[in-house]
T-cell receptor, first 112, second 112 residues
Framework: GESVGLHLPTLSVQEGDNSIINCAYS??????FIWYKQESGKGPQFIID?????DKRQGQRVTVLLNKTVKHLSLQIAATQPGDSAVYFC???????????FGKGTRLSVIA | DGGITQSPKYLFRKEGQNVTLSCEQN?????MYWYRQDPGQGLRLIYY???????QKGDIAEGYSVSREKKESFPLTVTSAQKNPTAFYLC???????????FGEGSWLTVV
């Protein structure tokens, strides 16, 4: 689940279960969305992206779903592994050359 | 290897000193960015540059300065005017007009 506050929301899942990380974006004009994974002490890594003309996109073990009606983005990770433990950020692109706007992040903790 | 190199990885600054963080990329990207990340927090944009000799302020530019004299380099100076500079600093780059940005491994700055 998620909580509001100064600390990152945390999602704890059992190894092998599926994980769903949610993100609400702010700008209805955003036309491109990205998920990043950040391991402790490292820079964020690109996971998967989706354009606004799509509702779903699949990668290897990951799926991104986009619901433009409610401005909601989700990242699904299948068969979650300990190596998936990290902080996950969503980002939206409001327009052409405007820098990405990042969400606050969710910490995924995988329980072995 | 192609990528974004940040240095130093760890830096300590005394009160009242200016320090400069280096960022070099060999991806031939036009745009470069600097983000600040506080522990357990999201990414906040400090400055970005979409072309050589041009840059724009982000959300938290006060107390920071940048230059973009070369396409591959975008150094960030944390000045003594920055009241709370202790943080993790991330440099990133992207293609001109591209949405996906790629990050370096970050630099930790601590004020002592």
């Amino acid at each position: 689940g998620e909580s509001v506050g100064l600390h990152l929301p945390t999602l704890s899942v059992q190894e092998g279960d599926n994980s769903i990380i949610n993100c609400a974006y702010s700008n209805s004009a955003s036309d491109y969305f990205i998920w990043y994974k950040q391991e402790s002490g490292k820079g964020p890594q690109f996971i998967i992206d989706i354009r606004s003309n799509m509702d779903k996109r699949q990668g290897q073990r990951v799926t991104v779903l986009l619901n433009k009606t409610v401005k909601h983005l989700s990242l699904q990770i299948a068969a979650t592994q300990p190596g998936d433990s990290a902080v996950y950020f969503c980002a939206e692109s409001p327009s052409g050359n405007t820098p990405l706007v990042f969400g606050k992040g969710t910490r995924l903790s995988v329980i072995a | 290897d192609g990528g974004i190199t940040q240095s130093p990885k760890y830096l300590f600054r005394k009160e009242g000193q200016n320090v400069t963080l280096s960022c070099e990329q060999n991806l031939n990207h036009d745009a470069m960015y600097w983000y600040r990340q506080d522990p357990g927090q999201g990414l906040r944009l400090i400055y970005y540059s979409q072309i050589v000799n041009d840059f724009q302020k982000g959300d938290i530019a006060e107390g920071y300065s940048v230059s973009r004299e070369k396409k591959e380099s975008f150094p960030l100076t944390v000045t003594s005017a920055q009241k709370n500079p202790t943080a993790f600093y991330l440099c990133a780059s992207s293609q001109q007009g591209g949405n996906t940005i790629y990050f370096g491994e970050g630099s930790w700055l601590t004020v002592v």
